[in-house]
């Protein structure tokens, strides 16, 4: 059975860093694309961004020279570093995984809470 673990979330004072990490286990045999996502209270998932297998980026605009998604392949892993966090970066922070199992489809975590709040 395949996993996503988030990990990092937390609370931080605005213009503060957070790096979350999420790792994938179980019977895996290639992952593909991997991405971030985050959902505020009334408001729809929306993509952070997104790495391709072989390290292609894509970033919303609105986090943009601020966050930096990167992945070890050797760890099944991918992280995203924050920074220069503000208020409206409040949210579920959930990892996916375009990965083949027993058959090849998208995998989520649980989610992890990012507050950023003073």
């Known amino acids: 059975q395949v996993q996503l673990v988030e990990s990092g979330g937390g609370l931080v004072q605005p213009g503060g860093s957070l790096r979350l990490s999420c790792a994938a286990s179980g019977r895996i045999f290639s992952i593909y694309a991997m991405g971030w996502y985050r959902q505020a209270p009334g408001k729809q998932r929306e993509l952070v961004a997104a790495?391709?297998?072989?390290?292609?980026?894509n970033y919303d605009d609105s986090v943009k020279g601020r966050f930096t998604i990167s992945r070890d392949n050797a760890k099944n892993t991918v992280y995203l570093q924050m920074n220069s966090l503000k208020p409206e970066d409040t949210a579920v922070y959930y990892c996916?995984?375009?990965?083949?199992?027993?058959?090849?489809?998208?995998?989520w975590g649980q989610g992890t809470q990012v507050t950023v709040s003073s």
């Open positions: 790495i391709s297998s072989g390290g292609r980026t």
């Open positions: 996916n995984a375009d990965l083949y199992s027993d058959y090849r489809r998208w995998y």
